[in-house]
């Protein structure tokens, strides 16, 4: 107990209250946001990685932390909980990494929650022992925040040359009725670009009168400059 009130200490040092003031409308913490309620202290990433290095906690130490109102905290436990399952030899261990996120995935509420937690811990985890029910566990979920985690665990398919789940995931999803998983399927799908665009290419041409604007300017970005004109104008279909 004496190590989590330095650690809230040593987080505390790096807060900024006119950050603090300032990032609630950025996470849309507001009434009606899709953060509605979270709180605040202004502590930049860099920061909170930083203390997450001096203070590696054990797993079943991150339990108060992770279910912190502050936003701030949690992203602490989830750093070092990614921290534990890259350093994992064992299946067991990673068993105990992916346990513990699963018991306390409500509090992975945020986009930058899933987004710096999915990729690193429940990518990996799914590829190594093929579950593909816990995917569709993500996937299927009615949480937002749970099929941005399906989505973006796609990142570690991509970094191993598999495009077919992403491809399918971003199907699932490219019709979703909120922004912020446009967003997410876009990223997926530039990232996959990278390595094959004529998948994303075909992948677009099928979708293309049906995709949100941004999820498809999010796609796009690398494309050189003729080709993206075309694919914003329509014209790729003519």
Aim: glycine content about 4%.
């Amino acid at each position: 107990m004496v190590q989590l009130a330095q650690i809230k200490q040593a987080l505390r040092k790096h807060a900024d209250a006119e950050k603090a003031a300032f990032i609630p409308r950025y996470f849309q913490a507001y009434a009606g946001g899709y953060g509605e309620g979270d709180q605040f202290l202004g502590i930049r990433v860099p920061d909170i990685r930083n203390v997450a290095k001096t203070y590696p906690l054990a797993i079943e130490e991150l339990d108060e932390l992770i279910s912190s109102a502050f936003h701030e905290e949690r992203f602490f436990a989830l750093v070092v909980l990614c921290s534990h399952y890259q350093k994992s030899k064992t299946l067991s261990q990673q068993q105990q990494v992916i346990d513990f996120y699963l018991q306390h995935v409500q509090w992975v509420n945020n986009w930058d929650l899933v987004d710096c937690s999915a990729p690193k811990i429940v990518g990996p985890y799914i590829w190594q022992q093929q579950d593909k029910d816990l995917l569709e566990r993500f996937a299927a979920s009615d949480s937002m925040w749970q099929q941005r985690i399906a989505m973006v665990s796609c990142f570690y398919y991509i970094r191993q040359n598999d495009s077919q789940l992403t491809l399918s995931l971003a199907e699932r999803f490219c019709t979703h009725y909120h922004p912020l998983m446009h967003k997410a399927v876009g990223w997926m799908l530039r990232e996959l670009a990278k390595r094959n665009q004529h998948a994303v290419e075909r992948f677009l041409q099928q979708h293309l009168n049906q995709l949100p604007r941004e999820l498809l300017r999010y796609s796009i970005e690398r494309f050189d400059e003729p080709l993206r004109k075309a694919y914003l104008s329509g014209d790729i279909l003519k």
